[in-house]
């Protein structure tokens, strides 16, 4: 009896799941959902499209247009449950257009959430002014 053996896709894995865990204690996710909200007909939420796309430029920075090529490659959609096909560079480009207003309120709640979640000493910090 000759069982036919499915082909097993190889994948990159390399740092994506300590990548996932940093973005999630991080909570970029939610901070970016709360701050940066999607209309219900989207597939994918702008936070898991940016959470990719950060975890893109830390493993291995693509273009835009190459993004979903680099996500069949290496194993996003088992780190991160999203199939490589809803990460082309027009989801991408409306992921970062959505954000872009509120960046800075993104990017100060992560920072924030950085601080308490590593207990870092901001005490000695140089304020800019």
């Given at each position: 009896?000759?069982?036919?053996?499915?082909?097993?896709?190889e994948?990159?894995l390399?740092?994506l799941p300590?990548?996932?865990?940093?973005l999630?204690?991080?909570?970029?996710?939610?901070i970016?959902g709360e701050l940066c909200?999607?209309?219900?007909?989207a597939?994918?939420?702008?936070?898991q499209?940016i959470?990719?796309?950060?975890a893109?430029?830390?493993?291995?920075?693509?273009?835009?247009?190459?993004?979903?090529?680099?996500?069949?490659?290496?194993a996003v959609?088992?780190?991160f449950?999203?199939e490589?096909d809803l990460?082309?560079?027009?989801?991408?480009?409306?992921?970062l257009?959505?954000?872009?207003p509120g960046?800075?309120a993104?990017?100060g709640?992560?920072?924030a959430q950085?601080?308490?979640?590593?207990?870092?000493?901001v005490?000695?910090?140089c304020?800019g002014?």
């Amino acid at each position: 009896m000759n069982a036919e053996i499915a082909p097993v896709a190889e994948r990159r894995l390399g740092a994506l799941p300590a990548y996932a865990e940093f973005l999630r204690r991080l909570d970029v996710a939610r901070i970016i959902g709360e701050l940066c909200p999607v209309r219900d007909v989207a597939h994918l939420p702008h936070r898991q499209v940016i959470e990719v796309l950060i975890a893109n430029q830390l493993s291995a920075p693509a273009p835009l247009v190459r993004v979903g090529d680099w996500a069949r490659e290496w194993a996003v959609e088992e780190v991160f449950g999203i199939e490589a096909d809803l990460l082309n560079d027009d989801r991408i480009g409306r992921a970062l257009d959505a954000i872009a207003p509120g960046l800075e309120a993104v990017v100060g709640s992560v920072g924030a959430q950085t601080i308490a979640e590593f207990g870092i000493d901001v005490s000695r910090l140089c304020t800019g002014t």
